[in-house]
């Protein structure tokens, strides 16, 4: 472990955070789980370019704006540890960094709206908001006449616009409410059958440089093995369409309980996955079910079948 790291009787493990409300919040929660363990540790606010620009699309500013800052400060010694929403997370490996995964919170996406109406209930005209092309492509695909509206800014001005009136709803993931106590804003969770989430949403990826031995070791403590399984098989699914994560590209992955022909009960990992098209014209979906030790092959393999369907032609390739 580096000088800076430790356990209970040296410096504390630093942890390496945007400084918004949400962001904040989820670092301090494995601070938290840390210091339960016996081990310090204390947050270090990092400013990234995503949170100086509250106004451009994600998709304009850049894949891995909220995270690159971060991770040069992880790299230069700034700090620790770095907690990202493994969501943000590029999917290319970084060999000199190695990611632990707590377990995660509710992957769904989340409707807020004003009036109560949920999804179906909203008027054909309606302004929706959403940060997401993956969000926005599968609304104009439930051909509701939805008016879909970009939208930037932190959680709280986000709810902020419906609340206004400016946005008749907004689609944001439910694990940032659930992080921050807004689930009374919640209007309607959303069936990933209506509309699957981001890759490895609500998971996050609690990342240290891997020469550090003991700061790896510590951080395992933490690690979930079926999220890791799910988040492994969603991002493989990802990374095998090329598609970067403001990509129109849903997946979700859970570990199931499945009986053979003698009666035993073993668990299995379930995989679906959607490639949309922006305009919503198109959706082409595909799912599989396989052994939980391989994971990443099922993503890969479902992205396989994903490109045979046609979905080449919906994404984008991640620069």
Do not use: W
């Not at 509701?144 to 009136?165: Q, T």
């Not at 400016?166 to 804003?185: K, M, N, Q, Y």
């Not at 209007?187 to 989430?197: I, K, Q, Y």
């Not at 970067?244 to 009666?263: K, L, N």
């Amino acid at each position: 472990m580096s000088d800076n790291a430790g356990s209970a009787s040296s410096a504390p493990i630093r942890i390496g955070t945007r400084g918004s409300l949400l962001a904040s919040t989820q670092a301090q929660g494995i601070a938290d789980r840390l210091i339960a363990l016996g081990h310090p540790a204390e947050l270090v606010i990092i400013k990234t370019p995503g949170d100086l620009d509250q106004r451009s699309p994600v998709a304009q500013i850049g894949v891995g704006v909220f995270t690159t800052a971060i991770r040069v400060a992880l790299r230069d010694g700034e700090c620790d540890v770095a907690i990202h929403s493994y969501k943000d997370l590029p999917t290319a490996p970084e060999p000199d960094l190695t990611i632990t995964v707590p377990e995660r919170v509710d992957p769904r996406d989340a409707l807020v709206s004003r009036d109560g109406l949920v999804l179906g209930e909203l008027p054909a005209g309606s302004r929706v908001g959403t940060s997401s092309p993956r969000r926005a492509a599968q609304l104009r695909a439930l051909g509701l006449g939805l008016e879909i509206r970009p939208l930037r800014g932190n959680l709280d001005s986000r709810l902020g616009k419906v609340a206004n009136g400016e946005l008749d709803a907004v689609v944001v993931a439910r694990a940032g409410l659930v992080r921050i106590g807004r689930t009374d804003a919640v209007t309607e969770a959303l069936d990933p059958v209506v509309m699957l989430p981001a890759p490895a949403q609500g998971a996050l990826a609690v990342e240290c440089r891997a020469d550090d031995a003991e700061l790896v070791r510590i951080l395992a403590e933490l690690d979930d093995p079926s999220t890791r399984a799910a988040v492994d098989a969603e991002r493989a699914v990802l990374a095998a369409l090329e598609a970067g994560c403001t990509a129109p590209v849903g997946a979700i992955a859970e570990v199931v309980e499945s009986i053979d022909s003698g009666g035993r009960i073993f668990d299995e990992l379930s995989l679906r996955a959607a490639v949309a098209a922006e305009d919503g014209s198109e959706v082409i979906r595909a799912s599989v079910v396989g052994p939980v030790e391989r994971a990443a092959q099922l993503g890969k393999d479902l992205a396989a079948e994903l490109l045979e369907l046609g979905a080449a032609a919906l994404v984008s390739p991640e620069s």
